[in-house]
């Protein structure tokens, strides 16, 4: 099993920036894809990003591409998401996973909320 913990949320003001972190505890051998996911109220998870292992691939959203980036600390188990430019549509709780999902690797989140 592995455990994934969210963090690094909060209220920021639009054209803000956040830098959310993923620490992955537990079976970690294993070379996961990971990503990020977002869930605002009244709608479904959407993806985010993804991160291959090494680091060579990296997939966003189209809302994301240029203002967000993930990256990656294996040394750490713990994976980056670099929000910038932040408008009120990205208020959610934001979720890691590897991908593709699994189901008991959900954590709580972290919630960011952007206010304009």
């Known amino acids: 099993q592995v455990q994934l913990v969210e963090s690094g949320g909060g209220l920021v003001q639009a054209g803000g920036s956040l830098r959310l972190s993923c620490a992955a505890s537990?079976?970690?051998?294993?070379?996961?894809?990971m990503g990020w996911f977002r869930q605002a109220p009244g709608k479904e998870r959407e993806f985010v990003a993804a991160?291959?292992?090494?680091?060579?691939?990296?997939y966003y959203a189209d809302f994301a591409k240029g203002r967000f980036t993930i990256s990656r600390d294996n040394a750490k188990n713990t994976v980056y998401l670099q929000m910038n430019r932040l408008k009120p549509e990205d208020t959610a709780n934001y979720f890691c996973?590897?991908?593709?999902?699994?189901?008991?690797?959900w954590g709580l989140g972290t919630q960011v909320t952007v206010s304009s």
């Open positions: 537990g079976r970690t051998r294993r070379s996961y894809t």
């Open positions: 996973n590897t991908i593709p999902p699994q189901t008991p690797y």
């Open positions: 991160i291959s292992w090494s680091s060579t691939n990296t």
